[in-house]
């Protein structure tokens, strides 16, 4: 009972300011570079045209240059929530995810947002889980002006219900399991029975700092683990998403 999103996304009847306040870029307590990435980032018009500047050109000669130009309208697009349907990942880990992902995937998601619109769009069956009610919200309209049903949105505000929400999976059920939202370390250790053989759990922003400084607990030493670092949709820096796929690999 998966959807097909349309081609041409309606308007979000939120008016500008309130689609402003929901942007992480609008709201810099939301999501804070300097908090969460394992380098300070400079602030300031110089530094983010120097920045801009240096994702586009080193897309454009890489061997995907077409991601500049996916990475250019993202870039536009982004205080306009939910306007893409391609998750905050690097670009070569979506390519890894596009190339493995099963038709008609089981799919688990801690945060939810462009990337629930992508899996949707795959044919995939979603629960993703949000703790942000506003977000929530927001993305509840626009899955229903879409006309889109093959999520179902949770939303868990506390850290248990959150985390907890994955117990409603069947263990082993799931083709893929993505980390991108609050609580990333109870997230992956609970998200771990629910993993099919041969499915990917995979979690974004392994570059901040509470990842580097210690490992992530409980993901089993024979999963074998790809890193993909690099720039991804919407970011105006290099990121790092790691996906570990289960038993025999994907
Ligand atoms: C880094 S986002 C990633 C969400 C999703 N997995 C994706 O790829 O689009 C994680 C969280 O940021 C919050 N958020 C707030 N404003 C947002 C915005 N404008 N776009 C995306 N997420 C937003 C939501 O609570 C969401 O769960």
């Known amino acids: 009972m998966h959807s097909s999103p349309q081609s041409r996304p309606s308007?979000?009847?939120?008016s500008t300011d309130r689609r402003n306040t929901l942007s992480l870029f609008a709201d810099k307590n939301?999501?804070?570079?300097?908090?969460?990435?394992?380098?300070p980032v400079r602030r300031g018009p110089f530094w983010l045209v120097l920045r801009a500047l240096a994702a586009f050109f080193s897309l454009l000669i890489s061997r995907h240059p077409s991601d500049a130009l996916t990475w250019l309208r993202s870039m536009y697009l982004r205080r306009r929530p939910l306007r893409m349907a391609i998750p905050w990942l690097t670009f070569d880990a979506?390519?890894?995810?596009?190339?493995n992902l099963?038709?008609?995937a089981r799919v688990f998601e801690f945060g939810s947002g462009h990337s629930t619109l992508f899996w949707l769009s795959r044919g995939a069956?979603?629960?993703?889980?949000?703790?942000?009610?506003?977000?929530?919200?927001l993305m509840n309209n626009t899955l229903a002006e879409r006309g889109i049903n093959g999520c179902q949105l949770v939303h868990a505000p506390t850290l248990d219900t959150y985390v907890g929400a994955i117990a409603r999976c069947q263990p082993q059920s799931?083709?893929?399991?993505?980390?991108?939202?609050?609580?990333?370390?109870d997230c992956v250790a609970a998200a771990i029975p629910?993993?099919?053989?041969?499915?990917?759990?995979?979690?974004?922003?392994?570059?901040?700092?509470?990842?580097?400084?210690?490992?992530?607990?409980?993901?089993?030493?024979?999963?074998?683990?790809?890193?993909?670092?690099?720039?991804?949709?919407?970011?105006?820096?290099?990121?790092?998403?790691?996906?570990?796929?289960?038993?025999?690999?994907?």
């Open 194 to 250: 629910y993993l099919k053989p041969g499915g990917m759990l995979v979690v974004d922003n392994t570059d901040w700092h509470w990842f580097r400084e210690a490992p992530i607990q409980g993901i089993p030493a024979e999963w074998p683990r790809l890193t993909f670092a690099g720039y991804g949709p919407m970011l105006g820096h290099r990121s790092e998403t790691t996906v570990w796929c289960s038993a025999n690999g994907c």
């Open 11 to 14: 308007r979000s009847p939120l």
């Open 30 to 39: 939301a999501f804070d570079p300097n908090r969460d990435s394992k380098m």
């Open 94 to 99: 979506i390519r890894h995810i596009k190339a």
């Open 102 to 104: 099963p038709d008609d």
């Open 125 to 137: 069956h979603v629960t993703s889980v949000e703790d942000d009610e506003a977000w929530y919200e």
């Open 174 to 185: 799931l083709d893929l399991i993505l980390v991108d939202g609050a609580h990333r370390r």
